[in-house]
């Protein structure tokens, strides 16, 4: 077998500026000092979050005055489940044990922060046998016999 005449090349690249390399203020003033040409372009709201077009109905809501609240449990229900709870000898932490909360719920339902929830005042209700919703709060809570 003759022997091949191959050329050896060899090719010796230099990698190119990356993107963020090419847009830092050394390399736009370098690449000015060479004479090179730049374009350059200004982004409407660059950098900033502004992709939420504005609704007509933001004047309507500035005008607004009313302030939105949720409604809370009434203090006087607070004191039912505070003199139901002590009449049956429990603590706070027994009373939220019985009915699987947290003793914090039940400090907040005493001191009137806590934004009522039927579930859990129903369970509040069965634990101390007093009526919390309605209109006698503070009566006794009657037995409903169960049917099967």
Do not use: C
């Amino acid at each position: 077998m003759a022997e091949s005449d191959w050329d050896t090349v060899t090719v010796l690249r230099k990698k190119g500026p990356t993107a963020a390399q090419a847009k830092s203020k050394q390399a736009v003033t370098a690449a000015q000092r060479r004479g090179e040409e730049l374009e350059t372009s200004k982004k409407w709201s660059a950098g900033q979050n502004k992709q939420h077009v504005i609704t007509k109905n933001t004047a309507k809501l500035d005008r607004e005055t009313e302030e939105l609240h949720h409604d809370r449990v009434p203090l006087e229900v607070g004191k039912v489940i505070q003199q139901g709870r002590q009449s049956r000898g429990f603590t706070q932490k027994d009373l939220a044990t019985k009915i699987n909360e947290k003793p914090q719920v039940i400090a907040d339902y005493e001191s009137g922060k806590a934004i009522p929830s039927n579930q859990v005042m129903g369970k509040i209700e069965r634990a101390i046998g007093l009526k919390l919703r309605g209109r006698d709060i503070g009566k006794p809570l009657e037995a409903v016999p169960k049917t099967k």
